[in-house]
C-alpha cells in the first residue's frame, strides 16, 4: 500500500482529533492507517508507514486491542501478527460508545449513586446540592438506559434511525431552552 496525500492527512487529522478526544495521537494515527489498509498489517508496516518508533507501535496497538477496536490476525508460516480493524464505520463508533460508556458512564452512574445517598444524609442538608446530584443521576441513568436499547439495533437500522431522527426535528418545536 502507498500512502496517497488524501491518507496521509486523513491519518495526521485523526491523529490531532484523537488527542481531542483524550487518545494518544499515535494510537490514534496507527487506527487511521489500519482503518485505511485494504489488507492486515504488521506492526513493522505500521512503524514504516507512519515513521515512528516500533515500540510506540507496540503500545498503541496494545491501547487499541484495550479499546476492541482492531484483531490480531495469524498466518500460515509465518510468526509474526497483521493487524486489522473494520472497515464499518458504524462498527468502529458503536465500539468506541461502549468501551466510553463502561469506562465512563458506569462508573459516574455508582459515584452519583454513593454522593446522592451521602447528601441526602447530610446534616445540615443542602437540598439544591442533592436535587442537583440527583438530576445528573438520573440524567445519565436515562442515556444509558437509551443506549442499551439502541446497542442492540444492526448498524443498518441504527443508520436508519440517525436519518428518520434528522427529519423528526423539523416537527420539534425550534425554541430550545437553557437553564
Known amino acids: 500500500m502507498v500512502l496517497s496525500d488524501s491518507a496521509r492527512e486523513f491519518i495526521l487529522h485523526w491523529g490531532e482529533m484523537g488527542t481531542r478526544w483524550g487518545v494518544n495521537r499515535t494510537v490514534a494515527q496507527v487506527h487511521a492507517l489500519l482503518y485505511l489498509s485494504p489488507e492486515s498489517l504488521t506492526a513493522e508496516e505500521i512503524a514504516d508507514f507512519l515513521s515512528v518508533a516500533r515500540s510506540n507501535v507496540s503500545t498503541s496497538l496494545k491501547e487499541l486491542q484495550n479499546w476492541n477496536l482492531i484483531q490480531i490476525d ?22 468506541v460508545v461502549e468501551q466510553r460508556v463502561e469506562r465512563e458512564i458506569v462508573p459516574t452512574m455508582t459515584m452519583l449513586e454513593r454522593c446522592v445517598t451521602q447528601a441526602r444524609a447530610e446534616r445540615p442538608t443542602q437540598p439544591a446540592v442533592t436535587a442537583r446530584i440527583a438530576a445528573m443521576k438520573t440524567f445519565l441513568q436515562e442515556i444509558h438506559g437509551w443506549y442499551s436499547q439502541i446497542k442492540k439495533l444492526p448498524p443498518a437500522s441504527l443508520h436508519s434511525l440517525i436519518s428518520i431522527g434528522s427529519g423528526i426535528t423539523r416537527l420539534l418545536p425550534k425554541r430550545r431552552r437553557l437553564d
Open 74 to 95: 495469524s498466518r500460515m508460516g509465518d510468526r509474526r501478527d497483521f493487524f486489522r480493524t473494520s472497515a464499518d464505520v458504524w462498527t468502529l463508533f458503536l465500539t
